[in-house]
């Protein structure tokens, strides 16, 4: 699964598609999670990551993680010819 | 060197339904390359346009298109002999027919315009928009002209509801049901004539492209954009450019095909399938037209060097990202500038 190469993410947490003129504001949490999918790991290398800098077991954190996933396919910012 | 030229440009009504006139004024200004004389032709004396700092440095009134056409080339042409106009940009879908029906008499005159065809403008028209969605495998909402307000009853053979309901030039609405269509067929129809167009009404994202045609198949520029803040009229308040490589082939198949010569906006809608419906061709640069200046084409510019006869390269790129946010200003005047103009009928 991968972010749309066109989709802008700054330091800020501001979201920008440029397909769709869409702007999202995201947190920190967010903003790593999004880092993780440019860097195209995948979702077993999100959760271990995540698990291992914040406190969450990898049950909580998936299903936190797979909405988040959902989101960002609503808002058209995935690159579903790429999807695993 | 800047190269000197006058520039007469109508739709300065600068209002919540802007004309295109102020931003491409804006345009032209920002040119390196001519040093620009504006003369403003205003259909009403309280367009803002005539009056705000730096835009017309001359404003004529002139007679409305439904006037007669030879009534309003006449004006123009009264103009010229007194203010030689280089280049008129007409900036209003209703006024065009008149221009394109008199280009050969400006041109004799000595002024320059640079409009689409009869043909071009008559084949995009809303009410043959099925036509020229099938004639150049185009995808367009169904939709069909009425010019009889029985009719209405009939439209639930052809539509399901919502439908849009739209006038020959400009107005749409969204109508829920029968009585809707009626109210607003009476509306568009006492305001724009007929027949009144009803539309398909297809859901999804509206975006807007701003293009200029060579009129031999080659796109000079073209600069999509979404709409972020619509007022109640319709219209944007605030837009951001797109990348969007699908929304600009679909635009350059249509000027290619057409050999569109000319401003043009395409009025599209994205639907949750991805597909791209034509709403609507404006055969004139959008009021919107700004925002492109700033992302990086000035397509006024542009179209003023192809009316000049100037070899004009096309624009390879854009700025994404982009906005405009438009604002309302109270402008203080005096009554003597009204009252020069609509008692001599210039400013």
């Given at each position: 699964?991968?972010?749309r190469?066109?989709?802008?993410?700054s330091?800020?947490?501001f979201?920008?598609?440029?397909?769709?003129?869409?702007?999202y504001?995201?947190?920190?949490?967010g903003?790593?999670?999004l880092?993780?999918?440019?860097?195209?790991?995948?979702p077993?290398?999100?959760?271990?990551?995540?698990?291992?800098?914040?406190?969450?077991?990898p049950?909580?954190?998936?299903?936190?993680?797979?909405?988040?996933?959902s989101?960002?396919?609503?808002f058209?910012?995935?690159?579903?010819?790429h999807?695993? | 060197?800047?190269?000197?030229?006058?520039?007469?440009?109508t739709g300065?009504?600068?209002?919540?339904?802007?004309?295109?006139?102020v931003p491409?004024?804006r345009?032209?200004?920002?040119?390196?390359?001519?040093?620009?004389?504006i003369?403003?032709?205003a259909?009403?004396n309280?367009?803002?346009?005539?009056?705000?700092?730096?835009?017309a440095?001359?404003?004529?009134q002139v007679p409305?298109p439904?006037?007669?056409?030879?009534?309003?080339?006449?004006?123009?042409?009264?103009?010229h002999?007194?203010?030689?106009?280089?280049?008129?940009i007409p900036?209003f879908?209703a006024?065009?027919?008149?221009?394109m029906?008199?280009e050969?008499?400006?041109e004799?005159?000595?002024?320059?315009?640079?409009l689409?065809?009869?043909?071009?403008?008559?084949?995009?028209?809303?009410?043959?928009?099925?036509?020229?969605?099938?004639?150049?495998?185009?995808?367009?909402?169904?939709?069909?002209?009425?010019?009889?307000?029985?009719?209405?009853?009939?439209?639930k053979?052809?539509?399901?509801?919502?439908?849009?309901?739209?006038g020959?030039?400009?107005?749409?609405?969204?109508a829920?049901?029968?009585?809707?269509?009626?109210?607003?067929?009476?509306k568009?129809?006492?305001?724009?004539?007929?027949?009144?167009?009803?539309?398909?009404?297809?859901?999804?994202?509206?975006v807007?492209?701003?293009?200029?045609?060579?009129?031999?198949?080659?796109?000079?520029?073209?600069?999509?954009?979404?709409?972020?803040?619509?007022?109640?009229?319709?219209?944007?308040?605030?837009?951001?450019t797109?990348?969007?490589p699908?929304?600009?082939?679909?635009?350059r198949?249509?000027i290619?095909a057409?050999?569109?010569?000319?401003?043009?906006?395409?009025?599209?809608?994205?639907?949750?399938?991805?597909?791209?419906?034509?709403?609507?061709?404006?055969?004139?640069?959008?009021?919107?037209?700004?925002?492109a200046?700033?992302?990086?084409?000035?397509?006024?510019?542009?179209?003023?060097?192809?009316?000049?006869?100037?070899?004009v390269?096309?624009?390879?790129s854009?700025?994404?990202?982009?906005?405009?946010?438009?604002?309302?200003?109270?402008?203080?005047t005096?009554?003597?500038?009204?009252?020069?103009?609509?008692?001599?009928?210039e400013?």
């Amino acid at each position: 699964m991968q972010i749309r190469k066109n989709i802008a993410i700054s330091e800020t947490g501001f979201v920008f598609n440029p397909t769709t003129g869409d702007s999202y504001s995201i947190n920190q949490v967010g903003r790593e999670i999004l880092g993780y999918l440019a860097a195209n790991k995948s979702p077993e290398e999100i959760t271990s990551l995540m698990t291992t800098d914040y406190d969450i077991d990898p049950a909580s954190f998936e299903k936190y993680y797979f909405d988040f996933i959902s989101m960002l396919r609503q808002f058209e910012l995935l690159d579903e010819a790429h999807e695993d | 060197m800047k190269t000197k030229i006058t520039v007469a440009i109508t739709g300065l009504n600068n209002t919540d339904n802007p004309g295109p006139g102020v931003p491409v004024i804006r345009g032209i200004r920002d040119s390196g390359d001519f040093d620009v004389r504006i003369v403003g032709l205003a259909y009403e004396n309280l367009e803002p346009g005539i009056f705000m700092p730096g835009v017309a440095d001359k404003t004529y009134q002139v007679p409305y298109p439904s006037e007669g056409t030879n009534v309003l080339v006449q004006r123009i042409l009264e103009i010229h002999k007194k203010d030689p106009i280089d280049v008129l940009i007409p900036n209003f879908d209703a006024e065009l027919y008149a221009f394109m029906r008199s280009e050969k008499v400006l041109e004799e005159a000595g002024i320059k315009t640079f409009l689409p065809t009869l043909e071009q403008f008559e084949e995009r028209h809303k009410s043959n928009l099925p036509e020229f969605g099938e004639k150049y495998d185009l995808l367009v909402p169904f939709s069909k002209p009425i010019t009889r307000i029985d009719e209405i009853d009939k439209l639930k053979e052809n539509f399901e509801y919502p439908l849009m309901v739209k006038g020959k030039f400009y107005d749409a609405y969204l109508a829920y049901n029968e009585e809707q269509v009626r109210m607003n067929y009476n509306k568009i129809s006492a305001k724009w004539g007929l027949p009144v167009i009803i539309q398909e009404f297809i859901k999804g994202t509206e975006v807007n492209v701003v293009a200029l045609g060579d009129g031999q198949g080659n796109t000079i520029g073209a600069v999509p954009m979404r709409k972020q803040y619509i007022t109640d009229k319709g219209k944007a308040w605030s837009g951001i450019t797109l990348d969007d490589p699908k929304l600009l082939d679909l635009t350059r198949k249509i000027i290619e095909a057409t050999k569109w010569r000319g401003g043009m906006e395409l009025e599209l809608v994205k639907s949750s399938k991805n597909e791209l419906f034509i709403i609507e061709i404006n055969p004139r640069i959008p009021a919107w037209v700004y925002l492109a200046v700033g992302a990086g084409q000035n397509l006024p510019e542009a179209l003023v060097k192809l009316a000049l006869g100037e070899k004009v390269l096309p624009f390879t790129s854009y700025q994404v990202g982009k906005m405009f946010i438009r604002y309302s200003y109270d402008l203080i005047t005096d009554l003597k500038e009204f009252e020069k103009l609509s008692t001599l009928g210039e400013l």
